[in-house]
């Protein structure tokens, strides 16, 4: 198995990305391996994180962060979907 080391700024903002090292069982959306998905995921996520620092962390922000997401993504033309999306029979918070 690779070793992968990943620097994160605020592990609460992108938990869900490491649950696809962490737990490759879960569905992702294969979008996020294009170099179009890749060229723009940073800016995108700075500006998740500008966007979103001040919402609390409880249940069901996954959904809000997901969302945020998703309208961003889209604002470059990049059509994505949530592992929500992706796991209908999978429980997230």
Do not use: H
């Amino acid at each position: 198995m690779q070793n992968v080391t990943i620097q994160i700024k605020d592990k609460e903002d992108c938990e869900y990305s490491l649950n696809r090292l962490e737990n490759p069982t879960l569905k992702y959306d294969p979008v996020e391996d294009t170099d179009g998905y890749l060229a723009v995921i940073d800016e995108v996520e700075r500006r998740l994180y500008e966007k979103l620092k001040n919402q609390p962390r409880g249940m069901g922000f996954c959904f809000e962060y997901w969302s945020a997401k998703r309208d961003l993504l889209a604002e470059y033309g990049i059509e994505w979907r949530s592992p929500g999306i992706m796991n209908p029979r999978v429980m997230f918070d």
